[in-house]
């Protein structure tokens, strides 16, 4: 038994490194693709230069032992509060937006919080990390209505491993849904255009809804095996803005599926740290990646195919972002981190209430 679960961890976690790996390499294709509408800007060179800051992260968490990752958490969650802080004062700067890596960043602390080991946490306790997480998510609004709705799902996410009343359930999924609801108020006048655009492309086929146009066309012109006309040159609709519209129309529909089978694959493997580990905090480290994929992959990629009005949100590893790839990275080293510890059980093993090994 213990071999096959070996085994089993060892599958995992080469299935998730990769997946990363495999995406890298599509992000760079793409942004080769991109460069065709920035030639002025080497970004081929400023992606791999920090894809290797985000492997040797990554690498180092992964490896590290747990004591180390415990002892880190706290000081990390300081430096993430600290960045957010920086954010907030310097939010006219596009340059000084790391929400991504504050995200990851926060998710070993979320990890950590205890407010009962064995009884359900009291109302005080529910309330005050409820309203830790509600101000920290609804301040990465000032980068934008993606990074506040990835950074509230990853948070109550890692929190849901908490043993909540059935009252405290409750409570969560409306404090969830009236962030989300402050969230959606908070548009800014070319948002709610865009989602207008989306809902009614045809209204203004030469405003608004040009692009969300434009995205289906060259979607469709891709096919399954990908369009012979070459990607636009000077085009409205950049390569690294919307990779799964380049993939497409480049490679055609199978390359687009099969990234986001990749990206599934990294989902699925986090969700099962999430649920089939012995500890409450390997399953919040597992349940917070889960989540800030899962959530990256549903509002980039419904955005860029169509399904879901486009937030300007950039997918893990596929577009252009120096911190971005970084928390891609983190994020991943996380979970073989949890898979290294040998912690992980049977599939038919009770795991909720497990306590650290």
Known sequence: MAEAIARRRLALGTAVALAGLVL???GVVILRGAMANYPYQDLVTRQLS????????AVLVSISPSAWLKRAAY?????????????LHSAQHTWLRPTDLIIVGAIPALARYRASAQAPPSWAAWFSVSLLVLVGGLSLLVAGPAPALIGLFVA?????????TAPQKVATGLALALAVGITLASLRGYQIARLNAWLFPGDQPRGAGWRVL???????????????????????VNAFEAPYVFLGHEHGWLAVLGVLLLNLVVVVVASWIGFKTASAESRAIGRGVAAFWGAHLALAAGGNLGLLPELANTPPLLGYGGSAVVAALLSLGLSVHVL???????????VEGGSEP
């Open 24 to 26: 890298a390499g599509v």
């Open 50 to 57: 920090w894809f290797a800051v985000g492997v040797v992260v």
């Open 75 to 87: 000081p990390l969650a300081g430096l993430m509060a600290a960045s957010l802080l920086l954010l």
């Open 156 to 164: 109550f996410g890692a929190l849901s491993v908490q043993r909540w």
């Open 214 to 236: 434009e995205q289906r066309r060259l979607l469709g012109e891709g096919g399954w095996w990908g369009a012979e006309a070459a990607w636009p040159h000077r085009h409205g």
């Open 340 to 350: 290294r510890r040998g912690e992980v059980v049977t599939p038919d093993a009770p």
